[in-house]
């Protein structure tokens, strides 16, 4: 399902990065990096707390704006019961809406955003994201102190926090449109290769995005995916042209392969991965190359893959999802 806005606008972001993301080729995009990642904290859990407080702050404190004039917060995390983002929020006294897709949850958020202020219900509403490595290794695969090896398939979950402000009143930045994902299931089993298992939900997806919308691809500056790494942004090609026949060239990329240098940086292995992963690079990265009018319509397709360990250890298979939002440099006429 795909909806079209004609009256949401991104007023600001903002971008905290743990210890990794700092040391790769974005890290000038990010408005504050922490050197550990306990982040002020006596335990991890605690830390990705702190992470979307830091995010949700900055921004407020980017736009001078009082917390009263926030309609909503939206957001969500890895953590069971997304509980770093309801300990985020009960201190800002602000309607809460809780949301959980995985990796997907900050298009997710934004489309939910989005379709509140589109209805006039809400004039501002700020989506916010996070995740720590530390803390989804051990809840998700093991505790890093384990010392499990890692296949060259692994992405490496982000350490961060994310937030956006939309709003009704007019920016050089819109939200146009959204796509709502559909659960996918190919028979993936595998949690060491998140990108074989999303990629089928990207190009779903992008193929209803790009038919709903009446585009090509060739309508958009920028595709961006996220996050499928290095294996699963070739298979995603693969499979757009073998199944949608819909050729991706070199207008795509993957925030995954974009956040990390992956040459040098040996803690990574297939890229990068996260609900944060994607949200940096978009919040930070794609967000000042649109507002300095480098990129004027970009189409994000964030990706997550729905599982728990509980059910892996069942047999079942890891299922995925994407939702999709468009974003465009405008023009208007006061």
Request: contains cysteine; positive net charge.
């Amino acid at each position: 399902m795909t909806f079209e806005f004609n009256n949401v606008y991104i007023k600001n972001t903002s971008t905290i990065s743990g210890p990794i993301e700092a040391k790769g080729p974005l890290n000038k995009y990010f408005d504050k990096t922490y050197k550990d990642f306990y982040i002020n904290s006596k335990s991890l859990e605690k830390s990705e707390v702190n992470l979307q407080k830091e995010s949700i702050e900055t921004l407020i404190d980017k736009e001078n704006i009082t917390k009263e004039k926030i309609d909503i917060l939206i957001s969500g995390d890895l953590q069971n019961q997304i509980t770093a983002s309801s300990y985020a929020a009960k201190d800002y006294e602000i309607p809460f809406i809780g949301v959980y897709s995985a990796c997907a949850t900050s298009t997710q958020s934004i489309i939910l955003a989005s379709t509140i202020i589109e209805s006039k219900k809400a004039k501002n509403i700020i989506c916010t994201t996070s995740s720590n490595n530390l803390v989804s290794e051990k809840q998700f695969r093991n505790p890093v102190e384990y010392g499990a090896p890692s296949p060259k398939t692994k992405t490496f979950t982000s350490t961060g926090g994310a937030s956006i402000l939309l709003t009704n009143e007019k920016t050089n930045i819109k939200i146009t449109s959204g796509t709502i994902g559909k659960i996918i299931d190919l028979n993936q089993n595998d949690p060491n290769h998140m990108g074989a298992v999303m990629a089928p939900a990207a190009a779903d997806t992008i193929y209803n995005h790009l038919k709903n919308n009446n585009e090509k691809v060739s309508d958009y500056d920028l595709i961006l995916t996220g996050d499928l790494g290095i294996y699963g942004k070739k298979i995603l090609k693969e499979y757009m042209d073998q199944k949608y026949k819909i050729k991706l060239g070199e207008n795509y990329n993957d925030c995954g392969t974009m956040l990390y240098d992956i040459k040098n940086q040996k803690e990574i292995t297939a890229g990068g991965s996260g609900p944060v992963c994607s949200a940096l690079v978009i919040y930070g990265y794609i967000y000042n190359e649109m507002k300095n009018k480098n990129l004027k319509k970009v189409l994000f397709v964030a990706t997550g893959a729905l599982f728990s360990p509980t059910f892996i250890y069942q047999k079942q298979n890891i299922l995925s999802i994407a939702h999709a939002i468009t974003m465009e440099v405008v023009k208007w006429v006061i």
